[in-house]
């Protein structure tokens, strides 16, 4: 490495935010840049580790470790903090089709397994992600790079989100014909609308929908494989199908109270949301403005909807979640190099904290039953206190506190504890097999019970991260084109 002892030298600094409470007048995102002088620093603080855990994505414990791109993290980490952004460029996209989506919105297991990590912080490594795409678009080095020639096969990809457009991708560079089956009004999936502007800019997704169209994929929206077209039409249209629909069926909250008027799925809010920023004349049914918001799920979405509704103007906003508090510094039972399960405050819980003046976060939380006005509109929460218990095997249940129970005013409600698998549309009509809402297809091949039907992302292996969607979004495209050509140069 340039600078061996950089680790002990300089401290670890990510990009700074902008004012927590400004910000939310606006949807703008919530980072800013950082100087080159001080991305070279952080550059520098990479280790000349004798076998980097950074870029090496393993499943431990349940937890994921290191980054499943098997990015050449210390190799560009180097090269910016010799100042040889063109080459950490050319490096980065050597294994990510879209660093300016996972530099911004991917949590960052590659830091949880840093070496430094084991005392110290880690390397700002998301940080110096993002500025590398992103010096790379403001350069001018990133232009459409069509391939040279076409081999006659074509390719259908059900779903244009990470996944989807990530085996796109690759198979096009190959040059085979790609066609993107999207069933919104717009191309990328989640990118689009299931993160809030604030955390992903979408013209960022249309700058790179834009280039992948320059170089020859051609998209397809408003049209649902399994509704508007059967899975059979393309098996006889293309060569082979790739399937990357995602897992976005809810799942969904079954007690008293849940039909009144003012319940909704966190992800319809947010797409209204998204919707509505980017068409002046879409008209949104769900809005927090002077309502008090309560989100039901500790996740990253519902976070997400914590953001929404301060955005939206809401009187008060409280997230519940039935697990206690993260440590401030990771247990005996969470070492490195897992993902560090610790506390943290996020984006959102500054905001609502600069807002009101506390962390909305609720933790250990049942919601017991939902009330309504008698208009039949949602106007109240029951819920109790309960405490987490582990048996002898490590699984664990909740206890109720008796004398804990509470009730809370609400007029919006969003639910927002996660997604049970693939929606009923394309699994129910086209032969797949499958199994919880997932399709079967074994991990390093992909293919379903289909011939030349293959399955990555979310739909394979369930809710996930950004990072595991693409990687199997390009190995699906590899084994897809040893299916199409008999062998492959696709990494």
């Known amino acids: 490495m340039g600078k061996a002892t950089g680790f002990m030298e300089y401290e670890r600094k990510t990009a700074k935010e902008r004012d927590p409470l400004s910000r939310q007048n606006d949807w ?10 001080e991305l070279k620093r952080q550059g520098a603080r990479c280790m000349d580790c004798g076998t980097p855990f950074c870029h090496t994505g393993i499943p431990i414990n349940g937890t994921d470790s290191g980054c499943p791109l098997y990015n050449l993290i210390p190799e560009w980490n180097d090269l910016v903090y010799r100042g040889r952004w063109k080459e950490a460029l050319d490096r980065l996209l050597m294994t990510n089709n879209f660093p300016e989506f996972t530099g911004r919105v991917c949590p960052a297991p590659c830091e949880g397994a840093c070496t430094v990590a084991i005392h110290d912080p880690a390397v700002a490594i998301k940080s110096i992600e993002r500025e590398i795409i992103d010096k790379g678009f403001d350069e001018g080095w990133i232009v459409p790079q069509p391939p040279e020639k076409r081999t006659g096969k074509k390719v259908a990809v059900v779903g244009s989100g990470p996944a989807g457009l990530a085996a796109a991708d690759q198979l096009n560079k190959v040059g085979h014909s790609v066609t ?9 999936g ?31 929206t408003r049209t649902e494989i399994g509704k508007d077209r059967t899975l059979d039409d393309l098996r006889e249209e ?11 069926k809810h799942r969904d909250l079954p007690i008293e109270g849940r039909s009144l008027d003012g319940i909704h799925l966190a992800m319809k809010y947010l797409t209204q949301s998204t919707k509505a920023l980017l068409d002046p004349e879409y008209r949104e049914t769900i809005h927090a403005e002077g309502k008090d918001v309560i989100v039901i799920g500790g996740g990253d979405t519902g976070a997400d909807c914590v953001a929404t509704a301060l955005r939206q103007k809401c009187s008060s906003v409280v997230q519940f979640g039935r697990h206690p508090r993260l440590p401030g510094e ?26 009101f003046g506390k962390d909305p976060r609720q933790y250990s939380i049942i ?54 698998g693939t929606e009923d549309s394309l699994l129910e009509s086209s032969g ?5 809402r997932k399709v079967k297809a074994e991990y390093g091949k992909y293919e379903t ?36 050509m008999g062998e492959t140069e696709l990494p």
């Open 180 to 188: 993107v089956y999207e069933r919104d009004d717009r191309i990328g």
């Open 432 to 436: 797949l097999e499958h199994e919880r």
């Open 449 to 484: 019970n289909l011939e030349g039907v293959f399955a990555a992302g979310d739909m394979r292996r369930g809710q996930s991260l950004i990072v595991w969607a693409i990687h199997e979004g390009r190995e699906a495209a590899r084994e897809c084109d040893r299916f199409l």
């Open 367 to 420: 919601t017991k039953k939902i009330l309504g006005d008698e208009k039949g509109h949602v106007k109240e929460l029951h819920t109790v206190e309960a405490e987490k218990i582990f048996d002898e095997n490590g699984n664990y249940s909740f206890k109720e506190i008796p004398g804990s129970e509470k009730v809370w005013p609400a007029q919006l409600v969003l639910i927002a504890i996660g997604f049970e």
């Open 238 to 248: 293309y060569d082979a199908v790739i399937l990357c629909a995602g897992a976005q």
């Open 28 to 37: 703008g995102e919530y980072q800013l840049r950082m100087p080159e002088t």
């Open 330 to 355: 990771r247990t005996e039972d969470n070492p490195w190099p897992e993902q560090p399960y610790v506390f943290t405050l996020d984006y959102a819980y500054e905001e609502a904290k600069a807002r």
């Open 190 to 220: 989640l990118l689009m609308y299931g993160i809030p502007n604030m955390k992903l800019e979408k013209r960022l997704v249309k700058r790179r929908v834009e280039l992948l169209k320059a170089e020859g994929i051609s998209f397809i």
